[in-house]
């Protein structure tokens, strides 16, 4: 692939877990000469990208002066309420920010840079309902999202696929569970591995509480989902638009399973307890994704074993609990 010159591009929510990895990936992949205007709903100084700049992506004359002012090649639109409790905590928001707000980053590309690409960051838990079969999901799965955080993340994704036909150049991702260092307790892994750490530190009973210990899920390396979107970038060119790309490794872990796997790092005699407020009623028992189209047109492919993974995640909460 031989990189396009005066490569740009302006990233949406920088200031979240994945914002940094993606910046990495962008450096390593489309190479050191590109131009990366990060922005977030707080700017500010940031150490993977020197300064953030402050946008919010709902506020559509911002949208719009941010792409006029920047004229990226390609968007990278990370912004998003990250977390699907804290969306269904506030469901209003969430279809502003998801909905609104990537129609608004859609319709500034095609206003003031209609050359640039769109990679819309979208989620494997659009297809919802259809997990239930237990076979792998590939991109031709119909969505049956089942929660306001699936449903938004759907209705986004829709939406920028019939602006396709408008003429916005859009790679459509659909990334599974990820996680990394750096994620919040949120999330199920980093809830656990805080939970550890804290028991390490004698700053909590030696009792971890859980949900369900039942659910399979898919997951990655956060650094392996930043890969794909630099390489939806570097193959832009490539690529038809309207593209959908899934994220996954074809796996699906128990989360007892990682669970075990964080407690065998630990010396802590530690108790496990379920605690009622973290089950879900909308739970789905196995969530499962087919990438084979990734791995064909991007030659995207899982590097990082998950259980290194999850090494990085048990050291990183360490190191948190020790600077509290």
Known sequence: MVREAGMRVLMTGANGFVGPYVGDALREICGPEIVIAATSKEGGPHPAFGQVEELDVTDTAAVHEALARHRPSHVIHLAAVAAPDAAQANPRNTWRIHVDGALNVANAILDKAPDCWLVNVGSGLVYGENAKTGRPLDESTLLAPIDDYAATKAAADLALGALSFRGLKCVRMRPFNHTGPGQT????????????ARIEAGLARPVIRVGNLDARRD?????????????????????????????????????????????????????VE?????LRPSDLPCIVGDATRARTLL???????FEETLAAVLQDCRARVAHV
Do not use: C
Not at 186 to 196: D, S, T
Not at 274 to 278: C, I, Y
């Open 219 to 271: 997951f990655l390396d956060a650094r392996d989902v930043a890969n794909a979107y630099a390489r939806a970038v570097l193959n832009s060119n490539e690529l038809a638009p309207n593209t959908i790309f899934n994220l996954a490794s074809g796996l699906s872990w128990r989360m007892a399973d990682i669970l075990d796997l964080l407690l065998a790092q630990s010396s802590a005699k530690i108790v």
């Open 299 to 305: 030659g995207w492919a899982p590097e990082h074993p």
């Open 185 to 196: 307790e949120a999330f199920a892994v980093p809830a656990f591995a805080m939970q550890i």
């Open 274 to 278: 379920q605690d009622p407020l973290r």
